[in-house]
């Protein structure tokens, strides 16, 4: 069996981004590259936000927690813009 790497490549395919799988909100995938030391503080690689396929390459913890933190908040402020939209259509 491929994993979705070998069988996509490095971008989440779009069948796997469908509305029905809304439960992988603030999902991540981290990928720790080859010069990674976590006892020195080392760190590299790429993350991936499973809802969006929003990507970045990192080369510091720094700037993967940057990351998570933008799109984890991202990812709640649309679904407080979902939850209002519902709410005004049920209105309506």
Same mark, same amino acid.
């Given at each position: ?57 990192? %080369?510091?913890?720094? +700037? $993967?927690?940057?990351?998570?933190? &933008?799109?984890? *908040? #991202?990812?709640? %402020?649309?679904?407080? +813009? $979902?939850?209002?939209?519902?709410? &005004?259509?049920? *209105? #309506?």
């Amino acid at each position: 069996m491929e994993n979705r790497q070998e069988a996509y490549g490095d971008r989440t395919p779009l069948f796997l981004k469908h509305p029905i799988l809304s439960n992988m909100r603030g999902a991540f995938v981290v990928r720790l590259g080859p010069g990674t030391e976590p006892a020195r503080g080392r760190f590299e690689g790429s993350a991936e936000e499973v809802d969006t396929g929003k990507r970045l390459n990192f %080369r510091s913890s720094e +700037e $993967l927690l940057r990351f998570l933190e &933008q799109t984890f *908040e #991202g990812a709640l %402020r649309r679904e407080r +813009e $979902l939850i209002q939209r519902k709410k &005004q259509q049920g *209105e #309506g």
